[in-house]
């Protein structure tokens, strides 16, 4: 029998599989919080965190599984930001870290290896390379580096800049460019095989695809190129409505594209498929968390369907789910991709 992690990636490289593919994407704070732990408390051990992340695999079966989801914003920490852990969810960003956008040359991204939590991180997710790498594919995940902009810069400062000063945008993007490198290349080093970049500041709902094209493209090309050096395989997930960019994506050059529940899969599938595998895209909140296993289920099929379960498609939740989401919905996720295949037959 093919195990999870060949069919992941047979599934990138578009390949036929026994099954659709299917993963969580992130899963982080719920993974923890189902143990009655905050993000702030599992950072404390890291082999008793890559234990739980492995258990709950062994309940969930996701074809991916991210050590270190939810923890981006410690990069943020480790280089002066100020940070707010939550008892549920990802810690926030308290202010902007940059006073002009020239000083971002002036930090040194050698304090991210400083940093006790984040070395943890990167500890976790080679325990969990160890123990599961050999049958599950191990990932991690960073902010994009246009969203760091925005936390580093401030958003505001940032969205203004884009019309009045794109010279200072470009600078900062230089900057979050070489720390989203320099955060996730040590997950490689330990053992991780996919990334996942976020960068939800991108959105279609937020900048125009003028701005995309100038500003976010350029710069998530830059970071993917350098970490596919290294030997990532690289997931890009973009909030919103990202449907009037499709085409800008698979120039980027990550091999898998994540849409969430705005984006049309069929619309997808028409363009991007042939170049670059896909995933999303149930509502994390409407559907992963409000609805009974029997909802999500449908909505899976209705997935499945659109896709036609193409050799390129991930069945995958449209973000990161919540902290409530029901175990029992989640496996009806993993379960109705594991039999698509009897039931269309």
């Not at 940059?98 to 290896?113: N, Q, T, W, Y």
């Not at 390379?129 to 594919?137: C, N, Q, Y």
């Not at 970049?197 to 959105?203: E, F, G, H, Q």
């Not at 995958?316 to 594991?338: R, S, Y």
Request: with cysteine.
């Amino acid at each position: 029998m093919m195990d999870s992690r060949t069919i992941l990636l047979k599934t990138l490289r578009q390949e036929a599989t026994p099954r659709p593919a299917v993963a969580l994407l992130s899963g982080g704070v719920w993974t923890f919080n189902r143990r009655g732990l905050s993000l702030q408390e599992a950072l404390e051990q890291p082999e008793e965190a890559a234990a739980i992340i492995a258990a709950t695999n062994e309940e969930v079966r996701s074809d991916i599984v991210w050590a270190g989801s939810g923890y981006h914003n410690l990069a943020i920490r480790a280089l002066g930001g100020e940070i707010k852990f939550r008892a549920k969810g990802a810690p926030d960003v308290l202010g902007p870290v940059l006073k002009e956008a020239a000083e971002g040359e002036r930090i040194s991204l050698d304090r991210l290896h400083d940093d006790r939590a984040i070395r943890g991180l990167w500890q976790t997710a080679g325990l969990l390379a160890k123990e599961i790498g050999s049958h599950t594919l191990v990932g991690a995940s960073q902010w994009g580096p246009f969203t760091l902009a925005g936390h580093f810069y401030g958003v505001e400062r940032l969205m203004r800049s884009l019309y009045k000063d794109p010279d200072a945008a470009l600078a900062v993007l230089e900057f979050t460019s070489e720390l989203c490198f320099r955060y996730l290349a040590p997950f490689l080093a330990a053992g991780a095989e996919i990334l996942s970049i976020a960068d939800p500041s991108a959105s279609g709902d937020l900048i125009s695809r003028p701005q995309f094209e100038r500003f976010v493209v350029p710069a998530l090309a830059k970071t993917i190129a350098k970490l596919k050096a290294e030997g990532a395989l690289i997931c890009l997930h973009i909030c919103g409505n990202i449907t009037g960019r499709l085409d800008l994506i698979p120039p980027c050059g990550a091999d898998l594209l994540s849409v969430d529940y705005k984006v049309d899969l069929g619309r997808v599938k028409e363009a991007v498929g042939a170049k670059i595998a896909y995933a999303g895209n149930m509502n994390p909140v409407a559907i992963m968390q409000n609805a009974t296993p029997e909802g999500v289920a449908a909505a899976c099929r209705d997935c499945l369907e659109k896709t036609d379960a193409s050799p390129g498609y991930i069945l995958m939740p449209g973000c990161d789910i919540p902290p409530g989401v029901p175990l029992a919905n989640v496996q009806a996720m993993v379960e109705t991709a594991h039999h698509w295949q009897e039931r269309k037959g």
